[in-house]
């Protein structure tokens, strides 16, 4: 009965991880060293990227259920979802920047419930979230028309997905309109002739519990929720 843990899905995507950085790696080849862009207070851009979305899933009583007896397991399966966003960034010292970069991201993650008569059945929670991140961020030294980077911040979460259909279907597996995260990332900054090409990878973990049992069939089955999430992003600046 274990959900699936972080390590299971940071592999998930690897092959594409590996191929998008040989990809950025051998562009860095053809750039030239272009440092007005970090010469400048105030930069925007855009963001584009695919996310793995996955919960923390803590079980209740799975035996004991009223409404849906013989529960054996529930197995949460990540699907790729896409995210889209703007990016405004603050120089705040030659090294360090401060980024707000608001985006829209749509998630999916598949309930399986595994029941003790060898049945089971697939609940979907789907979600656009409008993602509000303020994070900041710390920039290497030029090494060959590169820099390298690291970030941290905290990203709040406003699930924009209307429950109005949902609000009185016990069947539908229901969450709070709202989280917050902490996000941690990494990435590279690629200097080009017009553009600054940034491929990165970020994790979040969310903090609170958006699981809402009232009036669904699994409320005693699961006790709490959390959020976690991979993304693999391009940006563009």
Not at 113 to 118: I, K, N
Not at 135 to 157: A, E, I, P, T
Not at 178 to 187: I, L, P, T
Request: with cysteine; glycine share 6%; hydrophobic share 40%.
């Amino acid at each position: 009965m274990d959900t699936p843990n972080v390590w299971n899905m940071l592999t998930l995507p690897i092959k594409k991880i590996i191929a998008f950085f040989v990809f950025c790696g051998a562009t860095l080849l053809y750039s030239q060293n272009n440092k007005h862009y970090d010469w400048r207070m105030f930069n925007l851009g855009f963001t584009m990227g695919m996310n793995y979305s996955m919960v923390r899933l803590d079980y209740g009583d799975l035996e004991n259920n009223p409404r849906k007896p013989g529960l054996k397991d529930i197995v949460v399966k990540p699907i790729p979802g896409i995210n889209l966003g703007m990016i405004t960034n603050l120089k705040l010292a030659d090294m360090w920047d401060l980024r707000f970069i608001p985006s829209v991201s749509l998630q999916q993650r598949n309930f399986n419930y595994f029941m003790t008569r060898d049945s089971s059945f697939l609940r979907r929670l789907e979600a656009a979230y409008l993602d509000l991140p303020l994070l900041v961020k710390f920039k290497s030294q030029f090494w060959r028309n590169h820099r390298v980077y690291v970030m941290g911040g905290g990203k709040f979460s406003w699930n924009l997905s209307s429950d109005k259909k949902v609000k009185d279907d016990p069947d539908i597996l229901k969450t709070d309109k709202y989280d917050h995260s902490v996000v941690v990332a990494f990435g590279v900054d690629i200097y080009g002739d017009r553009v600054k090409l940034s491929p990165e990878i970020s994790y979040s973990f969310g903090l609170p519990d958006i699981y809402v049992p009232e009036n669904t069939n699994f409320g005693t089955n699961i006790k709490r929720i959390r959020t976690h999430m991979l993304l693999i992003s391009l940006n563009f600046e």
